[in-house]
Nanobody, 115 residues
Framework: QVQLVESGGGLVQPGGSLRLSCAAS????????MSWYRQAPGKERELVAG????????NYAESVKGRFTISRDNAKNTVYLQMNNLEPEDTAVYYC????????WGQGTLVSVSS
């Protein structure tokens, strides 16, 4: 069974950092692109960052460039999202996605940025 399990979310103050992890299983992780999306209350889900399977090429939403870094460890079947200089506007449920024959989503992990 394909499974994506996000972890690392929580409450953090503005300016703080968090690292999200997405543990993948049930498919050949190394040959698929992975990405992180987020969805804030009342808003549509949006792409945060993506990483390819081969050369590890990355892309980011303009709102997070310079603050967030996506990476992957194929030996551990895990994709990460390092989030620095967090802002209240980053508050959302963050979802991991695997680009299989169809997009496959994890259940999400909540990131709350507030004082």
């Amino acid at each position: 069974q394909v499974q994506l399990v996000e972890s690392g979310g929580g409450l953090v103050q503005p300016g703080g950092s968090l690292r999200l992890s997405c543990a993948a299983s049930g498919f050949t992780f190394s040959i698929y692109a992975m990405s992180w999306y987020r969805q804030a209350p009342g808003k549509e889900r949006e792409l945060v960052a993506g990483i390819t399977s081969g050369d590890g090429r990355t892309n980011y939403a303009e709102s997070v460039k310079g603050r967030f870094t996506i990476s992957r460890d194929n030996a551990k079947n895990t994709v990460y999202l390092q989030m620095n200089n967090l802002e209240p506007e980053d508050t959302a449920v963050y979802y991991c996605r695997a680009d299989l024959f169809r997009p496959f989503w994890g259940q999400g992990t909540l990131v709350s940025v507030s004082s």
